[in-house]
C-alpha cells in the first residue's frame, strides 16, 4: 500500500503565506514526480507545481513568482511555499506522486493524497 499525507493548510488573510507539506509511505521503489494540483468548488482539478526526482519544476502560469515547490527525496516529500496569497488562491490542495512500488515491475502509477483545505480571506 501507498499513503500520501498532506499537512499545512489552514486559513489565511490574502498576501499571507502557507507551507503544504506532504510524504509518501508505504511499498515504495521510486518516485518520479510528485506535485501539486488544486480544485475550487464548481472547477475542475488543476496543476498548480509539479517537480522531477531531479528537480525540474513546472509551475501553474498562476504560481509563477508566487509559489515554490520542494522535494526531499530521502524523505519522499514535497513541499509547496505559497506566498502573496490571494483569495483565488482557495481550494482544496492535492498532493499527488508517480511510484514504481517495486524493482521487478516496471511501472508507475499515480497516487493521491487527501487533500487539505487553503481558504484565503480578503
Known amino acids: 500500500q501507498v499513503q500520501l499525507v498532506e499537512s499545512g493548510g489552514g486559513l489565511v488573510q490574502a498576501g499571507g503565506s502557507l507551507r503544504l507539506s506532504c510524504t509518501a509511505s508505504g511499498t515504495i521503489f521510486s518516485i518520479s514526480v510528485m506535485g501539486w494540483y488544486r480544485q475550487a468548488p464548481g472547477n475542475q482539478r488543476e496543476l498548480v507545481a509539479s517537480?522531477?526526482?531531479?528537480?525540474?519544476?513546472t509551475y501553474a502560469d498562476s504560481a509563477k513568482g508566487r509559489f515554490t515547490i520542494s522535494r526531499d527525496n530521502a524523505k519522499n516529500a514535497v513541499y509547496l511555499e505559497m506566498n502573496s496569497l490571494k483569495p483565488e488562491d482557495t481550494a482544496v490542495y492535492y498532493c499527488n506522486a508517480d511510484i514504481q512500488r517495486t524493482p521487478t515491475v516496471p511501472t508507475t502509477f499515480r497516487y493521491w493524497g487527501q487533500g487539505t483545505q487553503v481558504t484565503v480571506s480578503s
Open positions: 517537480m522531477t526526482s531531479s528537480g525540474r519544476a
